[in-house]
């Protein structure tokens, strides 16, 4: 048994890593959350309060930082401002948490001595072309696009550099695109479900052609435990579950799930700078760490995900119209 601090354990896939961690192991849980637009603490709700306790606080504020790292054995980081179209209108954020709040992580577990796990993304490796066979392994050299993805790359690399300089305990985890339950309503799959769910018609951004490699947020979770339990310090592991799709055909998915029309769904304006297609080669963490996804059915998973929304419209309701006007302000 561990005390883990979760960073940013409100949000999408923090949320769903800490109910899998309190459901499958008899770990206590701190979560370390801003509650910035994205964190909900309704995502956390019915958690055993033996085992669980939740702290309002910046991941960038020493102060609150040291005292939580020096009372658990473990950080799990997730934290991040995570929203590609939020960095291209306004950036700043992004460096605020993603590099300077890894930062101040860092200095901490490094002081009181801690294992460390570093939850970042597949976006640090830039894009595919559509029709190479080459999928992103540890291997990649680093190329991100966006401001974003750019934040991600600068905070793994805090992190290399603090195990070899300092020989921080550290792992990190590079995932590619999640799905499921708590999703914020910004992110593509979520706004394409409550847009059909109001009435609205789901937006594509340019022709759809952009392929993303989907992952549940639950298999996430499953290896992110995995890694802490058996994974060696200083690597990093890739998560995937072998998901590549375009755009276009998860939107179409969506509309024929939810009983629409497969085509009635509107093209709006590009993403600046859209990266065209990412896709992980996850050997590594199976064959070095045993970790299997169970969620191999998409259309099953996707199917779920659209139920949870259609249960939980009180928990999305909130944050939709501000959403959409921010996207209609933009053309999108
Ligand atoms: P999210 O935006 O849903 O949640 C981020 C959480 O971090 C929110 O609860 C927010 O309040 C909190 N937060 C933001 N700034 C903070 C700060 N300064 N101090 C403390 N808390 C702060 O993000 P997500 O989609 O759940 O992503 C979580 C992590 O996983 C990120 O590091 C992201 O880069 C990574 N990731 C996401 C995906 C994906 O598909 N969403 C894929 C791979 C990796
Ligand atoms: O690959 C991992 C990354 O996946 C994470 O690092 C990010 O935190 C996460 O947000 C996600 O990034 P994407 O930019 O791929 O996700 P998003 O949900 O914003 O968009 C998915 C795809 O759908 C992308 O090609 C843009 C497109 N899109 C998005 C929206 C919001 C649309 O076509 N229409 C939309 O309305």
């Not at 109910?19 to 909900?40: F, P, Q």
């Not at 080459?134 to 690399?157: C, I, M, Q, V, W």
């Not at 394409?192 to 392929?211: A, S």
Request: aromatic share 10%.
């Amino acid at each position: 048994m561990a005390t883990l601090l979760v960073t940013g354990g409100a949000g999408f896939i923090g949320s769903n890593f800490v109910h899998h961690v309190l459901d499958h192991t008899d770990h206590e849980v701190v979560v370390l959350d801003k509650l910035t637009y994205a964190g909900n603490l309704a995502s956390l709700d019915g958690l055993p309060a033996g085992r669980f306790r939740f702290v309002h606080g910046d991941i960038a504020d020493p102060t609150v930082v040291d005292e939580l790292v020096g009372g658990v054995d473990a950080v799990v980081h997730y934290a991040a401002e995570s929203h590609n179209d939020n960095s291209l209108h306004d950036p700043r954020p992004f460096l605020d948490t993603n590099i300077i709040g890894t930062y101040t992580l860092l200095e901490a577990v490094r002081r009181h001595e801690k294992r460390f796990h570093h939850i970042s993304t597949d976006e640090v490796y830039g894009d595919l072309e559509l029709d190479d066979p080459a999928r992103f392994t540890e291997h990649t050299p680093y190329n991100p696009s966006s401001p974003y993805s750019s934040t991600k790359a600068g905070s793994d690399l805090l992190v290399r550099a603090w195990v070899r300089s300092f020989g921080v305990q550290a792992t990190i985890s590079n995932c590619s695109n999640n799905y499921g339950p708590y999703q914020h309503v910004e992110k593509f799959i979520p706004r394409q479900i409550t847009n059909v769910i109001r009435g609205i018609r789901p937006k594509l951004y340019g022709k759809g052609e952009n392929v993303r490699d989907w992952i549940h947020a639950d298999d996430h979770s499953s290896a992110v435990l995995t890694i802490l339990d058996r994974g060696v310090i200083g690597e990093t592991y890739l998560i995937g579950a072998d998901g590549e799709k375009n755009n276009k055909d998860v939107v179409e998915l969506i509309l024929t799930l939810m009983g629409q029309p497969a085509d009635a769904y509107d093209h709006v304006t590009d993403r600046a700078g859209h990266d065209l297609r990412y896709a992980i080669d996850s050997t590594k963490l199976r064959t070095d760490l045993g970790w299997t996804p169970q969620y191999s059915d998409f259309d099953a998973g996707l199917a779920a995900t659209i139920d949870w929304y259609r249960t939980n419209e009180a928990w999305w309701a909130p944050t939709k119209d501000g959403v959409e006007a921010f996207y209609a302000s933009k053309g999108q």
